[in-house]
């Protein structure tokens, strides 16, 4: 692992509560960041997971996404020359976007860098408050996708339970990996609040269940089998 790498080897799982993890200075004096997973040339650069917090008044210089970025607003509102996304956008800005981020009140995401590859993906953003949520095949359980493409291998989307749910025993082809945005999920190994994230690999078994309900981010398929 590089000196700038954190959960830099895809063949492990992990996890990250980032409720525990202390903020960390980023190229942005008003921008801060708690990095989940990260590998690259240095410090600023590669493939990275993170939560993303904007103070008020802060901004970022224009700067281009070699490989994509995505993105989901936690809390507040985050902005770009482009237009205004409050908590729940979800947005996909691919290779070869640019941008000027910046956020007036303060804002707080959850942001996946350099793992887009892909000129011919669309640029994407979604309203999840306004979306159509999906019945799911297991009673008292929505998802809401937010990215496919038949071109390419991940698929991204939000699954909300409500308590009591119990899903069964499954395994995770392809691998999975899950940030808790509300609630509190469980499993046979742990307890899983708000702000958890977790890389499951390919092959991995489950069996989650929540007691009061939780919505969470699924991102899977994307890692190497």
Known sequence: ?????????LSLPAMQQTTEMAWQASPSATVWRKRLEHFGDNAESGHVTSLVRYDSNSAFSPHG????????????IFSDEHCDYPAGTFLLNPEGFRHAPRSADGCTLFVKLCQYPGVDR???TIDTNAARWQPHAID??????????DRYPETVRLVRAGPG????????????????ING??????????KGNWLRMLHGSTLEPFTENGATFYVKSGHLPQ
């Open 65 to 76: 996404h070699p490989d994509g970025e995505e993105i989901l607003v936690l809390d507040g």
């Open 140 to 149: 008292g359980v929505e998802s809401l996708p937010l990215y496919s493409s």
């Open 122 to 124: 669309p640029q994407v």
């Open 1 to 9: 692992m590089s000196a700038s790498g954190v959960n830099s080897d």
């Open 165 to 180: 749910v119990r899903f069964p025993a499954h395994n995770h082809p392809g691998s999975e990996e899950i940030f808790v």
């Open 184 to 193: 509190t999920l469980q499993d046979e190994n742990d307890v899983y609040g």
